[in-house]
């Protein structure tokens, strides 16, 4: 018997050898490939061997890739920029920390990444990104998307699709996005941000340190559930079980492209995954059946009210919620398979993403547009957009929520609001756009001498890199400042005029958080009117502020203790879900009481007394 198990266990170490064998041999023939595409691109004269660094005379400008090691491809490049990033930093800072040392590095370039994630085409100039955004040939969203998007809507929605089946679902979905509507529900925007705008007053009483981007989140989130299904979470006020099943689960989630193996090779993660998808999956098919019922209820022998109760219920009375636009558009369009039950099926991934999208990036940008509005130097800023909102809403700040539900066009008369909102999103954008490579498309980029390149995009991630355009020197004037003016030059504004501002006119296409092109957001419209409310009511009656240094304080981590900042700013962007603030940023809210021309604010007195601040 001894001997039977000795050859069992003999058998099975030869068995997984094998494994391992073919495993390793696959690894290196993959590695050899990845590396020698890139070698080749190199030998071909696509790409020049040596690249000045920063501490060198810059000779030769517009260089499209980094130096490229043989073995070790990029990496050594990509550590190095990594090294001067915190460890949770979003990966949007790296194509800027690569440019800082190789400044000679043209507007689009590749990185060699491998096996940590797949080639990238790294793109940061608006004439190159349009060329895979909004030609006719635009590129495909990359798999990546698809991969992280499964555990959250299993499949089926609009970011997954592609070709015909996208056209037609975005086709049924656009009348519930477009600018019109959005205006016919800035009444329910505004019920639930009110909401939001008094729990911020509340912490401002009570003097605590509270997470920005939680109570962001939850606000969001009820105003998501509403514009899109007509159906109140109450996440501002309690916990939500689709909510918190969802929010766990985007933290499990991965797009394969992680620095770090474990986040994509987590042993537990199909268990959370399958927990919660369980979760979310039947609070909405309950939601959406109630919605759309697969057959009217029963009915009593002559019993008209039940039956116009149930011709009520199978065939609900349009309303303004997203959802039943686009169930009047599907019954429009596909009159064969007009069914609810069909229906639902098909809205059960759309209305998950949305409610991802919807209250994710939106959110993220709340918590900038505090942050930015409360640093002293922007304190002018701040006076400026009070100021238009006493104009257009008049100097009574409590009076503005009911104008605005009366007269929800009076948004439009908010330039320097919007100004405000743009240039949040400029400093912070909130998402990227990786696009899939062909083997037939080629990027095309002229060289400042002259020298037109083509950029072959097979087997890479095309990556349009907003954080690295909208900071980039060569498109933006100060491109790290906060210069809300910029956006209040008229577009016939010429760079020497007086009104331009030395040159602070933007390049056209140069901001684009939310995409151009056939793919562009959907929700842009929604998500910069839900931006505009939040401002209206709140700037005039607390003001938000980070509250980093007692964060680090109180967790025992100054800041020599690891790198905190990301170019001395401390509340930069981390990767969890769309780029959020660091640690939940960290803040405190102080009341402020407007009086017209004049502003005071009112910092509760006991809170100075004690010391607080």
Not at 238 to 243: A, I, K, Y
Not at 367 to 396: C, N, R
Not at 411 to 437: C, D, H, M, S
Not at 491 to 507: F, H, I, N, Q, T
Request: glycine fraction near 6%; hydrophobic fraction near 35%; aromatic fraction near 10%.
């Amino acid at each position: 018997m001894s001997g039977l198990r000795f050859l069992d266990l003999s058998f099975s170490f030869r068995f997984l050898s094998l494994i391992l064998a073919a495993y390793l041999i696959h690894f290196c023939y993959k590695l050899y490939k990845i590396r020698s595409y890139f070698q080749k691109l190199q030998s071909d004269g696509l790409v020049y061997p040596r690249l000045l660094t920063s501490g060198q005379r810059s000779l030769t400008l517009s260089q499209p890739m980094p130096p490229h090691h043989p073995v070790f491809g990029h990496l050594l490049v990509t550590n190095t920029a990594l090294s001067n990033l915190p460890r949770d930093a979003h990966a949007h800072y790296l194509p800027s920390q690569i440019w800082l040392k190789y400044p000679s590095l043209g507007p689009v370039y590749y990185l060699d990444m491998w096996p940590f994630a797949p080639p990238f085409l790294v793109a940061v100039s608006p004439t190159v990104i349009s060329q895979f955004t909004q030609s006719e040939t635009h590129l495909p969203n990359h798999p990546g998307i698809r991969k992280y998007l499964l555990p959250i809507t299993g499949g089926g929605d609009l970011a997954s699709m592609e070709g015909e089946e996208w056209k037609r679902w975005r086709k049924i979905y656009n009348p519930g996005f477009s600018a019109g509507h959005i205006q016919t529900l800035v009444p329910t925007i505004v019920e639930e941000v009110s909401v939001f705008v008094d729990i911020l007053k509340e912490h401002a009483r009570k003097g605590d340190v509270f997470s920005l981007d939680e109570a962001a989140i939850n606000a969001t989130m009820d105003v998501i559930g509403r514009v899109a299904l007509d159906h109140k979470f109450d996440t501002q006020c309690s916990p939500n079980p689709m909510t918190t099943a969802l929010r766990s689960q985007i933290r499990w989630c991965s797009f394969g492209a992680e620095p770090n193996p474990f986040d994509y090779m987590n042993p537990f993660k199909p268990l959370v995954h399958w927990y919660n998808t369980r979760i979310m999956d039947k609070y909405m098919t309950r939601v959406l059946e109630e919605r759309y019922p697969s057959s009217p209820p029963s009915m009593k022998p002559h019993d008209t009210t039940s039956s116009s109760s149930a011709s009520s219920t199978t065939n609900p009375k349009r309303s303004k919620a997203v959802v039943d636009l686009a169930h009047a558009e599907f019954q429009t369009s596909t009159p064969q398979n007009a069914n609810n039950e069909s229906f639902a099926t098909a809205a059960l991934p759309q209305m998950k993403l949305f409610i991802l999208g919807g209250h994710d990036t939106t959110a993220t940008t709340i918590t900038y547009l505090f942050h930015l509005l409360s640093l002293p130097a922007h304190s002018h800023h701040l006076h400026t957009l009070q100021q238009e909102h006493s104009t257009i809403f008049g100097p009574d700040p409590t009076s503005a929520p009911a104008k605005l539900t009366s007269h929800p066009e009076l948004l439009n008369q908010l330039p320097y609001t919007l100004a405000i909102i743009k240039e949040t999103l400029r400093l912070f954008p909130v998402v990227t756009a990786p696009r899939a490579g062909a083997p037939d498309h080629f990027l095309s980029h002229t060289t400042p001498a002259g020298e037109n390149m083509k950029l072959p995009t097979q087997h890479c991630l095309v990556w349009s890199c907003h954080h690295g355009l909208h900071r980039h020197p060569a498109y933006w004037t100060r491109p790290n400042d906060f210069l809300p003016q910029r956006w209040l030059l008229r577009p016939d504004d010429k760079d020497e005029d007086e009104d331009a501002e030395d040159g602070l006119k933007p390049v056209k296409d140069a901001w684009r958080p939310f995409e151009f092109g056939p793919r562009a957001c959907i929700g842009r419209e929604l998500a910069v009117v839900e931006l505009k409310v939040v401002l209206v009511l709140s700037v005039r009656g607390v003001r938000v502020g980070n509250a980093y240094a007692e964060f680090d304080d109180a967790a025992g981590r100054g800041r020599r203790k690891g790198r905190r900042e990301v170019q001395g700013e401390r509340a930069y962007q981390i990767q969890l879900g769309s780029a959020r603030a660091s640690d939940g940023f960290p803040a405190r809210a102080e009341l402020v009481e407007w009086e017209g021309e004049g502003k005071r604010e009112r910092v509760d007195v006991e809170r100075k007394r004690e010391g607080v601040r």
